[in-house]
């Protein structure tokens, strides 16, 4: 059972499909659908980084 600093029981009530209150380890948000947070942009992507080794390779070849 979740106590409060002065080590009484809390007194939020539960959420809806979990035990626990939300502050006392709910039912948590998560991540986002598509994880957007791990999306790489700008000189890291994948699509520069493609076209820088595509670039390199041209220069190779001549």
Partial sequence: MATTRK???CQ???IKGAKRCR???GKGSGA???NRNAWKHGG???DTMAA???MRELARLL
């Fill in 12 to 14: 939020s009530p539960a």
């Fill in 52 to 54: 820088a080794r595509y």
């Fill in 7 to 9: 080590g009484t029981a």
């Fill in 32 to 34: 986002p659908e598509g």
């Fill in 44 to 46: 890291r992507s994948a």
């Fill in 23 to 25: 502050m006392h380890g």
